[in-house]
Nanobody
Framework: QVQLVESGGGLVQAGGSLRLSCAAS????????MGWFRQAPGKEREFVAV????????FYADSVKGRFTISRDNGKNTVYLQMNTLKPEDSAVYYC??????????????????WGQGTQVTVSS
């Protein structure tokens, strides 16, 4: 059974930092793009950051560019999201996801077949 398990969320003051981790089990995703998405109350789920299978390509939403960094360790089947200079508008449930198709990198949510349960990030002002 494939599982993606996020960790690292929590409560932080504006300007602070958090590092999210997503550990995959049940299969390897070393040839698949992985990404982070988020959903705030009353809003649709949105793209945050995506990283290609090789780590050579990364894509970020404009709202997080320059503040967030996505990375991965294929040996550990894990993807990370370093979040710096957090703002109250970054508050949301953050989801890790993996694309089932190999060696493509897309940011569209429907392309991602595997999802974690989410981790809450709350940024206080």
């Amino acid at each position: 059974q494939v599982q993606l398990v996020e960790s690292g969320g929590g409560l932080v003051q504006a300007g602070g930092s958090l590092r999210l981790s997503c550990a995959a089990s049940g299969r390897t995703f070393s040839n698949n793009a992985m990404g982070w998405f988020r959903q705030a109350p009353g809003k649709e789920r949105e793209f945050v950051a995506v990283i290609s299978w090789s780590s050579l390509q990364t894509f970020y939403a404009d709202s997080v560019k320059g503040r967030f960094t996505i990375s991965r360790d294929n040996g550990k089947n894990t993807v990370y999201l370093q979040m710096n200079t957090l703002k109250p508008e970054d508050s949301a449930v953050y989801y890790c996801a993996a694309d089932a198709r190999i060696r493509r990198t897309v940011v569209e949510i429907p392309a991602y077949s595997y999802w974690g349960q989410g981790t809450q990030v709350t940024v206080s002002s």
